[in-house]
């Protein structure tokens, strides 16, 4: 157990809904991650969070957008679905803002399928 | 645009054998990171290399660093069943971590 948990483990839901996917990192982690995972598109990066405060954005579109509460949860809400959409969303967290020197710690993934 | 590159991206092999996962990266990075995804499940942290001639082993499994090649290898030595997953390298830049397409490996008994 990573210490990062996730809900919810599976999602099924009809294309132009809106969905939130919601990650607890590990106690005393002040970075969350989001990645999403594709067959066709690997592991991608889309963005990063810490103590609060958006740090980096990678590969996210605009219907998706995220944030992080002051209690360090945080949420990607992703929205007008599309096909697309449907993937393995990972959250993961680390201690440092850029985890400069130190892993990740993964969730067990959201499933979403959209239909 | 930052690439990390694994190859093979599939690999079978039978238990006993020795065998060797590439990861190349066009960053100028010093730290790469090895992760591994059973199917179904989440990524676990298997090394952290933190400089050039980094080498790391865990059981079976041996990492190291080449930065000025841009090169870091996963040697598996005399496969066993259970390490049959998905490994992953992942370089870090810029507070965004990269990583590679995945090697699947999958030990034959």
Known sequence: ?????????????????????RCSPRSGDLSVYWYQQSLDQGLQFLIQYYNGEERAKGNILERFSAQQFPDLHSELNLSSLELGDSALYF??????????????FFGSGTQLSVL | ????????????????????IYCNYSTTSDRLYWYR?????????????????????????????DTKAR???LHIT?????????????????????????TSLTVIP
């Open chain 1, 1 to 21: 157990d990573s210490g990062v948990t996730q809900t919810p483990k599976h999602l099924i839901t009809a294309t132009g809904q809106r969905v939130t996917l």
């Open chain 1, 91 to 104: 959250c993961a967290s680390s201690v440092a803002p850029s985890g400069v020197r130190e892993k990740l």
């Open chain 2, 1 to 20: 645009e930052l690439k990390v590159e694994q190859n093979p991206l599939f690999l079978s092999m039978q238990e006993g054998k020795n065998y060797t």
């Open chain 2, 37 to 65: 995804q059973d199917p179904g499940k989440s990524l676990e942290s298997l090394f952290v290399l933190l400089s050039n001639g980094a080498v790391k082993q865990e059981g079976r499994l041996m990492a190291s660093l």
């Open chain 2, 71 to 73: 090169l870091s290898t």
């Open chain 2, 78 to 102: 005399a496969a066993v069943h259970d390490l049959s997953a998905t490994y992953f390298c992942a370089v870090d830049e810029e507070s965004q971590f990269y990583f590679g397409t995945g």
